[in-house]
């Protein structure tokens, strides 16, 4: 299945790019997708180990189980207001 | 909820239009805040800010805050203004309007809303100083909605 990634601020400056398409077997969770990305090597690498994500817009667990075309957005922390 | 109404945005914000929208004739009050960049941040002359945000899910996640706020203190209509993009020396970023039969409630909604929104809404700003630098302001990491 496929997994869209976004990445925002800092973690898109550590992926060099804002959106990034995972390949992950079914049944693939949050943490699955986590250490997928991080063993792609470069700044990657330097994605933390338990990083808040977005699930589909809402924020999500890491024991998260995926499916095909869900969007997961890597979140650091925020700065609005 | 009815008449709660959240928005990111990269142009100015308009108050007026804000208040305006959100009052209904139940409402005795209405109250703006309005929140500004300020020229210094932890002791570093600011030259300007850059906001970007996650835009669809900031709307869904201040609409979730309005609807709280709303619910939890009785107001009524909320609405909720991100602006995105660059931002000069007292441009607003955010602006908060909270209608309300009795003024008590909608200073709190409007507490509410503010503290809420900086500990969970997707955005973020990278500040440029006037040496030229540039850097991502630190901020709050969100707690998953299922441990809240």
Redesign the interface.
């Known amino acids: 299945m496929i997994i869209r990634s ?1 990445f ?3 973690y898109r400056d550590l992926a060099g790019h804002e959106e990034l398409a995972v390949e992950l077997p079914s049944g693939a969770r949050v943490a699955d997708l986590v250490g997928s990305l991080r063993a792609r090597g470069g700044g990657l690498s330097r994605l933390p180990e338990s990083p ?1 994500v ?1 699930v589909n ?5 890491l024991a998260t189980v995926l499916a095909d075309g869900d969007e997961v ?1 890597f ?7 | 909820m009815d008449g709660n109404l959240t928005l990111v945005t990269e142009d100015p914000i308009d108050p007026a239009r804000m208040l305006s929208g959100a009052l209904s004739p139940a409402d005795g009050a209405a109250l703006l805040f309005w929140g500004v960049v300020r020229q210094e941040n932890d002791g570093r002359a600011v030259s300007q800010l850059e906001y970007s945000a996650y835009a669809p899910m900031a709307e869904r996640e201040m609409l979730r805050i309005a609807d709280e706020a709303r619910e939890r203190f009785g107001t009524g209509a909320i609405q909720v203004v991100h602006r995105v993009g660059r931002l000069r020396i007292g441009e607003a970023s955010v602006a908060i309007a909270v209608a309300s039969p009795h003024r008590a409630e909608a200073y709190e909604a409007s507490r509410y809303v503010i503290e809420q929104l900086k500990q969970r809404v997707p955005v973020w700003k990278r500040e440029g100083y006037v040496d030229g630098e540039t850097e991502w302001v630190p901020g709050f990491t969100p707690v998953a909605e299922a441990a809240r």
Do not use: Q, R
């Open positions: 976004l925002f601020a800092t808040v977005a817009m809402d924020y999500a667990p957005a979140i650091p922390p925020v700065a609005g207001g």
